[in-house]
């Protein structure tokens, strides 16, 4: 075993095995010790996966479609059905793999300062945490099909009892919604899967890339499936619907693992399976993913504008944001895919922030209406300036993470050309607005004016827990708005690659 192997083994080993050690650590504030010094392990683990020492970090298309990426374990799984535990990963997968660990940890650390209330101890809350890890980290690493399916799936009951066990008020309707639109999807992911797998005869997705083995009618069918599963999980406008109850009644950290890594499930399971392993359903789908798309932008920004709870607005504001990553999946153009992976991270990274922050605010205030919370500048000018900060990165001002996605993914539509695609992006453009109206009114309802009762008694300091979690992200967004390369100088080989299967 090399040692890219071995640490492709460990990123998914250590935070399994941190899991079980949490459970069976007798004391409540160990459990949670244990269970950080877990995922910073995972963290140090995912980090030198990064680059192969050779030209196998990009993806290789010939006449066989094949995926070679920088590091891949290929074992035999269950042989009498030719199904292989194959992992690896490039630079498609390798920075989600890093937010997703780099969030976890910044969420399990969170635990040791403050354990949101709930009928659970932060121990328990900890070992769900890092077993969700184990979900999303196997979905970006797994190159089999059934694999993906398993791990996809792992995720689901772990985060039900994150929202049902430490959430609002309404936590039990809103972990049953989230369940219920989640199964949803799961089905079609398993009916998809199947189609796949019975037709090409194998779940290598290195060998199904590029639909290898797949006639156009199975494509079809196909990609409509798994796009329909995936735009569950992302969520893309109309399925959206359980992502508002889930957010708003999620504690703070599920909130933030919920809106950081885990939507990016979704959307990397597009362009990795639904847009790999069936390009002529993507070819054929994508006007109808393009009109979603937008739709989603402009729905999750006039909602924003009638918010007035501020977990929900930010809820609300994903729906818009993701909305981008899937309209430049949509076009198939380097440029748009390229929009849809930096979207991905910038969304993580700053929706992330924006929810410790908002968590923040309602355990100091006991509310989150935006009309109880006015004048927080005046009381916590840092806690403010925070939040400033987060949501102007958020509606895409220049030089932060925010901006690439965003403004790629309109520049991707109006170069796929046409009346349809131009139209998209106009209407992309004033979903962009927006999010500028929207962002900008919470701003003034938040932290102008007069403080409100609520507000006036919040103290002026910051928790060093607080800044420790607060600040890589703080720092992402300002490198990665800065230099836009650190993602994407390792995704255009792969992005390349894959759309030569278009060609």
Same mark, same amino acid.
């Given at each position: 075993m090399t040692f890219g192997q071995f640490l492709l083994v460990a990123v998914l080993a250590v935070p399994a095995v941190g899991a079980v050690a949490v459970a069976? +650590? $007798?004391?409540?504030?160990? @459990?949670?010790?244990?269970?950080?010094?877990?995922?910073?392990?995972?963290?140090?683990?995912? *980090? $030198?996966?990064? @680059?192969?020492?050779?030209?196998?970090?990009?993806?290789?298309?010939?006449p066989m479609p094949a995926v070679l990426p920088w590091h891949e374990v290929d074992l035999p799984w269950v042989p009498g059905l030719d199904l292989r535990f194959h992992l690896g990963v490039d630079g498609i997968s390798w920075p989600l793999v890093v937010l997703t660990a780099l969030l976890t940890l910044l969420c399990c650390g969170y635990t040791l300062w403050r354990v949101p209330e709930g009928g659970g101890s932060g121990r328990t809350l900890v070992a769900l945490l890092l077993v969700v890890e184990v979900g999303i980290l196997g979905t970006f690493?797994?190159?089999?099909?059934?694999?993906?399916?398993?791990?996809?799936?792992?995720?689901?009951l772990p985060m039900y009892a994150v929202i049902a066990g430490w959430g609002g008020d309404d936590r039990r309707r809103a972990a049953r919604k989230f369940v219920l639109y989640t199964l949803f999807g799961s089905v079609l992911l398993l009916v998809g899967v199947?189609?796949?797998?019975?037709?090409?005869?194998? #779940?290598?997705?290195?060998?199904?890339?590029?639909?290898?083995? *797949?006639s156009r009618g199975t494509q079809l069918a196909a990609f409509t499936l798994l796009a329909l599963a995936f735009a569950v999980k992302s969520p893309l406008w109309p399925l959206h619907s359980w992502l508002p109850d889930a957010h708003t009644q999620a504690p703070t950290v599920g909130s933030v693992i919920l809106a950081g890594v885990l939507l990016k499930m979704g959307t990397y399971g597009l362009i990795r399976v639904a847009v790999g392993v069936a390009p002529e359903g993507a070819r054929w789908?994508? $006007?109808?993913?393009g009109v979603l798309a937008v739709a989603a932008i402009l729905v999750g920004g006039l909602v924003c504008l009638a918010q007035d709870e501020l977990k929900r607005l930010i809820a609300y504001s994903s729906v818009g944001h993701m909305g981008f990553v899937l309209l430049g999946v949509a076009t198939l153009t380097a440029t748009g895919l390229q929009a849809a992976l930096i979207g991905?991270?910038?969304h993580g990274v700053i929706t992330g922030l924006l929810f410790f922050l908002a968590g923040a605010i309602k355990d100091r +205030?006991?509310?989150?209406?935006?009309?109880?919370?006015?004048?927080?500048?005046?009381?916590?000018?840092? *806690?403010?300036?925070?939040?400033g900060f987060a949501a102007v990165a958020?509606?895409?001002?220049?030089?932060?993470?925010?901006?690439?996605?965003? #403004?790629?993914?309109?520049? #991707?539509?109006?170069?796929? &050309?046409?009346?349809?695609w131009t139209t998209l992006a106009v209407l992309a453009a004033l979903g962009g607005a927006l999010a500028a109206a929207y962002l900008l009114r919470l701003l003034r309802r938040v932290t102008h004016g007069r403080p409100s009762p609520a507000v006036g008694r919040v103290a002026?300091?910051?928790? &060093?827990?607080?800044?420790?979690?607060?600040?890589? *992200?703080?720092?992402?967004?300002?490198?990665? &708005?800065?230099?836009? +390369?650190?993602v994407l100088s390792y995704a255009s080989g792969p992005v390349d690659a894959l759309l030569g299967v278009f060609r």
């Open positions: 069976a +650590t $007798p004391g409540d504030r160990a @459990g949670r010790l244990v269970g950080t010094v877990a995922a910073a392990l995972a963290l140090l683990a995912a *980090l $030198p996966l990064v @680059g192969g020492g050779d030209d196998r970090g990009w993806f290789h298309y010939g690493l797994a190159l089999d099909l059934v694999l993906f399916f398993l791990f996809f799936e792992v995720v689901l199947y189609v796949v797998v019975a037709a090409a005869g194998t #779940a290598d997705l290195v060998t199904l890339t590029g639909g290898t083995g *797949l789908a994508a $006007p109808v993913l991905n991270i910038a +205030t006991r509310t989150g209406a935006l009309a109880e919370l006015s004048g927080l500048r005046e009381t916590a000018p840092r *806690l403010a300036g925070l939040l958020s509606l895409g001002l220049p030089g932060l993470a925010g901006f690439w996605g965003e #403004a790629f993914a309109v520049v #991707a539509a109006v170069r796929r &050309g046409g009346g349809l002026p300091g910051l928790a &060093g827990a607080e800044l420790a979690a607060w600040a890589p *992200l703080v720092l992402l967004a300002l490198a990665v &708005g800065l230099a836009p +390369t650190l």
